[in-house]
């Protein structure tokens, strides 16, 4: 199973939005509304930011959010701020009964 | 609170075993798919293995044969045998619990356990 491509770097000024794509094949992405996003700060445990697709758990601003289209997913952050600098990866379920994460992109707040 | 806490992590030959444990406690563990995910310092995760709460085990192909993930509802705790290491499965070990519900995500992260496969 190949990890789902996600661009290596996005980078925005604060109050910009940006959006990570997450891009894998009708297998995993495609095949199932089973997409989550996770935000890691340096030396820190990954947090799920995005669960099944869209949905955000209770904790997580709402200038976060998540769509997918066939086999792309998105991860937006709107008025992106300072402490949204980390690294996210998305994931997903796969017709093999497995997962498979994204390459990973690190977010920059300029 | 649901709390996780990974431990057994070490320095280890390769060709060596080793096992890690995953502590739970905040929520009912025997009801939880429960999963192990893996991070080579400074590189992305990997999907290691699942242990649904109905019973089925999963495994990624790279650890498959060698790895096998067991859990004990009695004690709240989950496990990972490791055989057979590599170099490669050289990592940051995490114990993440499924969502509970319908869904396919991990909603709670230990802080890892470092694996070091070296000679």
């Known amino acids: 199973q190949s990890a789902l491509t996600q661009p290596a770097s996005v980078s925005g000024s604060p109050g910009q939005s940006i959006t990570i794509s997450c891009t894998g094949t009708s297998s995993d992405v495609g095949g199932y509304n089973y997409v989550s996003w996770y935000q890691q700060h340096p030396d820190k445990a990954p947090r799920l930011m995005i669960y099944d697709v869209s949905d955000r758990p209770s904790g997580v601003p709402d200038r976060f959010s998540g769509s997918k289209s066939g086999n792309t997913a998105s991860l937006t952050i709107s008025g992106l701020q300072a402490e949204d600098e980390a690294d996210y990866y998305c994931s997903s379920y796969t017709s093999s009964s497995t997962f498979v994460f994204g390459t990973g992109t690190k977010v920059t707040v300029l | 609170e649901v709390q996780l806490v990974e431990s057994g992590g070490g320095l280890v030959q390769p060709g060596g075993s080793l096992r890690l444990s995953c502590a739970a406690s905040g929520f009912t563990f025997s009801g939880y798919d429960m999963h192990w995910v893996r991070q080579p310092t400074g590189k992305g995760l990997e999907w290691v293995s699942t242990?649904?709460?109905?019973?089925?085990?999963f495994y990624s192909g790279s650890v498959k044969g060698r790895f096998t993930i067991s859990r004990e509802n009695a004690k709240s705790s989950l496990y990972l045998q490791m055989n057979s290491l590599r170099a490669g499965d050289t990592a940051v070990y995490y114990c993440?619990?499924?969502?509970?519900?319908?869904?396919?995500?991990?909603?709670?992260w230990g802080q890892g356990t470092l694996v070091t496969v070296s000679s």
């Open positions: 993440a619990r499924g969502d509970g519900g319908s869904g396919e995500d991990f909603d709670s």
């Open positions: 242990f649904r709460s109905a019973g089925d085990t």
